[in-house]
């Protein structure tokens, strides 16, 4: 595991959070820890296609955006180089469970690009670890 943990990320009340990933159990994983980790406003999507759509119909940008790698239609990589492009400007965190080696590519790519990468994380993702790399603490 590597992770980049950004001093400037506090909690703050009502954090939203956008999780990109195809597998429905890891976006009810990652719905359950945001929760105990006081986040209330989870939006997720089963691509970087789907994502896309969802994010230009949001009134306000995620604060946080949860993006896994490999995925149908649009993977993580394209999907994280649209969001460069884009400039957003919220924390990302991208997570896998496949290849590590991809994972730290991909970061300091899309970290190249200007975006905020606040880790790097491998699947199963633990609480602890999604609360020290997004800067939140456990509330519940």
């Not at 990320?9 to 990652?30: M, R």
């Amino acid at each position: 595991m590597e992770s980049a943990i950004s001093d400037t990320t506090t909690h703050q009340p009502n954090q939203s959070v956008l999780v990109i990933d195809d597998s429905v159990f890891a976006l009810d994983v990652f719905k359950e820890l945001l929760a105990q980790l006081g986040v209330k406003d989870v939006q997720s999507a089963p691509d970087g296609l789907a994502a896309k759509r969802l994010l230009a119909s949001m009134p306000k940008q995620p604060d946080f955006l949860i993006c896994d790698l490999f995925m149908p239609n649009m993977d993580g990589i394209e999907f994280l180089d649209l969001l460069a492009k884009q400039g957003y400007p919220g924390g990302v965190l991208i997570v896998t469970g496949v290849d590590t080696e991809m994972l730290r590519l991909t970061s300091f790519i899309a970290s190249s690009a200007g975006l905020n990468i606040l880790g790097t994380l491998e699947k199963p993702v633990s609480l602890e670890q999604l609360s020290t790399v997004m800067g939140l603490p456990i509330i519940s």
